[in-house]
């Protein structure tokens, strides 16, 4: 009971304290594809007829620096290929709590499956960006014919059942893996609607246990204490 109360209090710290807006603009451009696999034929809101859409992690460059995988929050726009100035912005405050919440349950049970370097580290990237879609635009558990996120008898069934048994175990119960976030948008549609701009990413950082967490601080604080002593 104390160690799910305390992973839970920790969670909603980490979204409160990582997911704040941020003022300066940063520049993110799409370098590339991490694991995934492609839909085949898949609606979604960017466009009115179905179409074949990459689903999984992508590789973002911030500020001509960094390079982090990322999964698109975002199924209004497109990946931008040059430099596109962006910010951080707050996932609860753009999603709501409700929506916020369950994408972090989402992240904590089944992003670790996703850093996979295996033909089911593949698909379970590509079924964790569908599951993360139907989230955000349908804001249901059940990825189907219906909806804005719908898909077809042409879709990629592997990674709809995939997305399906993902959302089928969100329960308001974290699981074993908790993270800190950082949501960069492009400020057009902040993640959610129908505005021209550039697809919104979100970016996942593991956090240790509280157990761990107090560890490192207990290590660090010895040696702050033997370099005074020397």
């Known amino acids: 009971m104390l160690r799910t109360f305390a992973k839970t209090l920790l969670a909603s710290l980490l979204c409160a304290a990582a997911i704040s807006a941020s003022a300066a603009p940063i520049l993110i451009k799409e370098s590339g594809l991490g694991n995934g696999q492609w839909t085949n034929s898949l609606t979604l809101p960017m466009q009115s007829t179905p179409a074949n859409y990459w689903a999984g992690l992508q590789t973002l460059v911030i500020d ?5 995988l990322a999964f698109c929050v975002d199924p209004w726009e ?3 290929t040059s430099n596109q100035s962006y910010e ?3 996932l609860a405050g753009i999603f709501g709590s409700s929506t916020a919440n369950f ?7 089944f992003y670790a499956s996703t850093l996979e370097n295996t033909v089911a580290g593949a698909n379970a990237a590509a079924g964790f960006q569908l599951a993360l879609w139907e989230i955000i635009a349908d804001h249901d ?18 990674i709809v059942g995939i997305a399906n048994e993902m959302l089928s175990q969100l329960n308001g119960i974290l699981g074993d893996d908790l993270y800190s976030f950082t949501f960069y948008t492009s400020g057009a549609s902040n993640g959610e609607g129908s505005s021209k701009g550039f697809q919104d990413y979100l970016v996942a ?13 207990t290590a660090l604080g010895g040696l702050l204490l033997r370099r005074r002593q020397k």
């Not at 994408?103 to 049970?109: F, R, V």
């Not at 558990?141 to 592997?158: I, R, S, Y």
């Open 64 to 68: 001509n620096a960094d390079t982090v």
């Open 141 to 158: 558990f059940k990825l189907d014919g219906t909806g804005l996120v719908a898909t077809n008898a042409k879709t990629n069934q592997t």
């Open 88 to 90: 951080t912005g707050d």
């Open 205 to 217: 950082t593991k956090v240790p246990e509280p157990a761990s967490a107090l560890l490192l601080v």
């Open 78 to 80: 497109l990946s931008p």
């Open 103 to 109: 994408i972090n349950e989402l992240y904590s049970k």
